[in-house]
């Protein structure tokens, strides 16, 4: 699976997650998403976020952060336990 996919899978996963502890949490991280992270992120050219669609695609300056997603996507196990000694 692609990095891309994977990280569909892992955000779609997290709003389910979210979703089964309650409306709130849910209704929080979308909240969050559109408000807060999306925008950041599209200001600082990571994302091409169309607020009226609803699509995100990679920016200008994806590239500079994708080796931080790849590294935190290959090890969201470890991150996700703790990782702590």
């Known amino acids: 699976m692609g990095l891309r996919r994977r990280r569909r899978a892992r955000l779609e996963a997290a709003t389910r997650d979210a979703a089964v502890g ?24 990571f994302v091409e976020w169309n607020r009226h669609l609803g699509s995100v695609a990679c920016g200008p300056r994806f590239d500079e952060i994708e080796p931080l997603l790849r590294f935190l996507d290959e090890n969201a196990g470890e991150l996700s336990a703790g990782g702590r000694d």
């Open 22 to 45: 309650g409306g709130r949490d849910r209704d929080r991280l979308e909240v969050e998403l559109f408000h807060v992270h999306l925008p950041k992120l599209a200001d600082a050219g």
